[in-house]
DNA sequence: CTAATGATGCACT
DNA sequence: GTGCATCATTAGC
């Protein structure tokens, strides 16, 4: 007998290994994990379907280009498995997970999340009013999300591998059987050459996806 | 298509 | 310090 057998392994915090690679590496893995957001009212779970790269420091997209470090970008510099939360157009916030080691701007930006059940559908869509009535308008985009799970600035800096942290992230489902799409990442004009590199990842047949790109180039593991 | 809405970064005093 | 352009977006025309 087998004691892992035993193991919720769809429970189990995500560890280092995932934390430690660089942006571009773990974007593609995060695909396909579940989120765990838990408040005053319950806990909310949903799996990610849409990411984005951000960082090093040579990449013109990341608010930590050139490793400028300020009180907003300081912890993109902290360990992998950090939350890094910023506000956008004065009204909506993003969540982004810090990857790479310590000193090192690496980010993900999660663009993208799929209730795992109708009750956690229906905690999410109390937040989210009418434009929460179709999948993409629930929690297809980056603020859209932030909202569904009631996501803001006080979760800035906190991690996301501790049991008792309001927002944890499980090992869900691996990858790498996942039907991946990689393209453009969206809406960054001022990242002149590194604008067009392929680095958003996300799974072809959601619904709850942002924008479709038009090539629906599939990624392959290398 | 575009207004909304405020923190942020940077140029300049 | 002050001024001001910009912004990893969204909802509602």
Redesign the pocket.
């Known amino acids: 007998m087998n004691h892992n057998e035993n193991k919720p392994v769809k429970k189990q915090l995500i560890g280092s290994e995932l934390y430690s690679l660089p942006a571009l590496q773990a974007a593609p893995l995060l695909l396909g994990r579940h989120l765990v957001r838990s408040t005053e009212d319950g806990e909310i779970r949903c799996r990610i379907v849409e990411t ?1 790269s ?2 090093g420091a040579e990449d013109k ?4 280009f ?1 490793g ?1 470090r ?4 300081d912890v ?1 510099f902290r360990e992998g498995g950090t939350i ?1 939360i ?7 916030h ?1 969540l ?1 997970i810090v990857t790479a080691g310590e000193g090192d701007p690496h ?3 999660i ?1 993208a999340v799929e209730p795992l059940t109708a009750a956690d559908a229906g905690f999410m869509r109390s937040y ?5 009535s179709t999948p993409r ?1 629930l929690s ?6 932030c ?1 569904a799970l009631q996501i803001d ?1 006080r979760l800035n800096g906190l991690r996301l591998d501790r049991a008792d942290s309001p927002l944890r992230l499980e090992q869900g489902e691996e990858p790498e059987s996942l039907d991946i799409v990689q393209s453009p ?6 990242a002149e050459e590194y604008a067009p590199l392929p680095w958003r990842f996300y799974l072809r047949n959601s619904p709850y996806v ?1 924008v479709k790109d038009k090539m629906e180039q599939p990624f392959i593991w290398s």
């Not at 997209?61 to 930590?64: E, P, T």
């Not at 910023?86 to 909506?92: D, N, T």
């Not at 297809?140 to 999300?145: A, E, M, N, T, Y």
């Open positions: 984005e951000y960082g997209g990341s608010h930590a050139g400028r300020t009180a907003r970008t993109m890094y910023y506000l956008i157009y004065g009204m909506y993003c982004n980010a993900v930006l663009r989210r009013g009418t434009a929460g308008g297809g985009g980056p603020g859209k999300l909202r600035k990442r969206i809406n960054i004009p001022y942002s």
